[in-house]
């Protein structure tokens, strides 16, 4: 119930920083970037529109989740709002895990606006957004709660700036992790093989969640792959959570 | 029962570049119920760092702490605790009325608890020309007001304030002076720390001094400054040159005020005898004042002792 309530009061703060601000860049990025690569590719106008709204989801969601998420807590310590409400009958795990899902749920809302804003222009366009367009922005939005994971674990320890350094190069390097794999053979049996291919597996693997090439080729995408996305999504941001909340535990404020 | 025990807490801040910080070294307190207990030390004394693992915000390196009986580590004795830091900060884009329904929530309070709560504090203090406007722009004594509205959410039977009068200035000290002691006629529990020491005096049934982490004072304010009189003022006036000097040697200072001579004795006999002597004299006597020592006098004094070149 608790964890409820700062939740809320994370929406109602970012609401109020006008964090949605970032709809209306969306918006304006979206129809002039898809028009721009719109003239030099005729007759790809709707693959082009499907694609480009789809990396811009990622892209704005992204900013949102890095800027909001790795001052969560850092800026509740440093303008010590803390104070008066760790010292009410509350756990530290229900106040860490309430900072995250309040960030959830306006990533969640910022989601739904950016794919209704980009259905709705897709259809003005003469397209039809299908199920693989919907669904890849759903993992999009999983994807997205890694990244707050991770921005609300640096935020517990490291100053907004550099949270937002170490979880950028995250989310870059996540969507490269195959490079870990796909070495020249020279590297066989080498010690920095076995290091790398250790890293592919620690490293979040968010090219897992990126489905856009189908989307935006009306390819259909199997359940059981979209499950598996979700649920690996799931089950790693609740691993973050937990090093998050056991960082914060032992903290002094 | 006690509202607060403290056995034995002990703080070390871990320091890499430099040595460690020993905060607090072996504090050991009980206040009992309905006590009003003033906590007092120098800036870095260890008042706030104690204040802070009473309050679940800091861990204590050894040694352990209670509210009620229930160690401090278990939050929910924090359901009888009401907190008001040093400089309190809320959410900025919160208003009074909205910050009284956040804690108020956290607290675990029905929606008409939550309202019972927003009328009363609203008008103990003085929130209602206020109660829709963010609090971004409020000054100090605005802010210390919601904060001490913030710590009185659910009506908890302990307070815990730190600094409660810094930085505010005249009136603003009285309300909160007025609301604390109207807090202690409620039977409220309250630890505070202070600089000013009228205050503390005024309101405080038992003290602590604080130094360098250690305790170096506890009692009650009379016992600490002691009952008897340190001294006896005598004040006359008309006295000739030959009385005058007769009464210099037997006082421990002595000044002239235009047309009169002060005098401070030792002892009650010391002015007895100098009073006679300025009646048969012919001059008269003004006034008689036993002299008590001050707080302030009593704490600049064993803060002197605790320094290590003092000691020395």
């Known amino acids: 119930m608790r964890t409820w309530i700062i939740a809320q009061n994370t929406f109602r703060e970012s609401v109020r920083d006008k964090v949605l601000y970032v709809l209306l860049l969306f918006a304006i990025a979206s129809v002039l970037g898809s028009k721009a690569i719109g003239w030099i590719s005729i007759g790809q106008d709707i693959k082009i529109v499907k694609d480009f709204t789809l990396a811009s989801m990622s892209v704005f969601g992204a900013l949102i989740a890095i800027f909001v998420g790795t001052s969560l807590l850092y800026k509740e310590i ?32 910022v989601v739904l606006a950016m794919t209704a804003l980009s259905a709705l222009y897709l259809l003005v366009l003469g397209g039809t957004p299908d199920a693989t367009y919907f669904l890849a922005a759903l993992l999009i939005y999983f994807k997205l709660l890694l990244v707050t994971a991770f921005a609300v674990l640096l935020s517990s320890a490291a100053s907004p700036i550099l949270g937002a350094i170490v979880v950028f190069a995250l989310y870059v390097f996540g969507h490269a992790t195959g490079v870990f794999l796909d070495l020249p053979a020279q590297f066989d049996g080498t010690f920095s093989k076995t290091l790398l291919e250790g890293l592919y597996y620690v490293f979040p693997n968010l090219s897992n969640f990126d489905i856009r090439a189908e989307a935006a080729n009306g390819v259909a995408i199997s359940p059981g792959y979209v499950l598996f996305a979700m649920a690996y999504g799931t089950l790693y941001s609740a691993a973050v959570l937990i090093a998050a909340v056991w960082a914060f535990e032992g903290k002094d404020v | ?54 309050c679940g915000l800091a861990r204590a390196t050894s040694g352990e702490a209670s509210l009620f009986g229930t160690d401090v580590r278990d939050p929910a004795c924090r359901a009888k605790l009401g907190y008001l830091p040093e400089q309190p900060y809320f959410y900025e884009y919160l208003t009074p009325r909205e910050t009284i329904e956040f804690y108020g929530r956290l607290r675990g309070r029905t929606p008409e608890q939550r ?6 504090l609203s008008l103990l203090l003085d929130l209602r020309d206020i109660a829709d406007q963010r609090i971004k722009s409020f000054s100090k004594g605005m802010r210390q007001r919601i904060g ?165």
């Open chain 1, 78 to 109: 440093d303008k010590r709002t803390l104070y008066t409400i760790l010292s009410q009958p509350m756990r530290r795990w229900e106040f860490v895990l309430g900072k995250f899902l309040g960030l959830a749920l306006l990533l969640g809302l």
């Open chain 2, 1 to 54: 029962m006690h509202a607060i025990t403290a056995r034995g807490l002990t703080k070390v801040y871990k320091n890499v570049a430099k040595a460690d910080k020993r905060s607090l070294d072996d504090l050991s307190i009980s206040i009992r119920e309905g006590e009003v207990f003033g906590f007092l030390g120098h800036n870095g004394a260890g008042k706030t760092t104690t204040i802070k693992i009473l």
């Open chain 2, 115 to 120: 309202t019972a709560d927003w009328e009363r």
């Open chain 2, 148 to 312: 001490f509205a913030v710590a009185l959410v659910g009506d908890p039977p302990l307070l815990i304030l730190d600094e409660p009068m810094s930085g505010l200035d005249p009136v603003g000290r009285r309300n909160i002076r007025q609301l604390m002691l109207r807090c202690r006629d409620e039977g409220k529990t309250l630890f505070f720390s202070s600089h000013v020491l009228g205050d503390v005096e005024q309101i405080c049934d038992r003290v602590s001094i604080l130094s360098r982490g250690k305790l170096i004072r506890e009692g009650r304010i009379g016992q600490l400054l002691g009952e008897e009189p340190h001294g006896v003022e005598v004040t006359a006036a008309g006295l000739g040159e030959a009385d005058r000097a007769a009464l210099v040697p037997a006082a421990r200072e002595h000044r002239r005020l235009e047309e009169q001579d002060l005098f401070v004795f030792d002892s009650a006999q010391a002015a007895q005898e100098a009073a006679q002597a300025i009646i048969a004299a012919g001059a008269r006597l003004e006034s008689v004042t036993p002299l008590k020592q001050s707080l302030e006098e009593f704490f600049m004094k064993e803060h002197g002792a605790s320094k290590p070149e003092a000691q020395a």
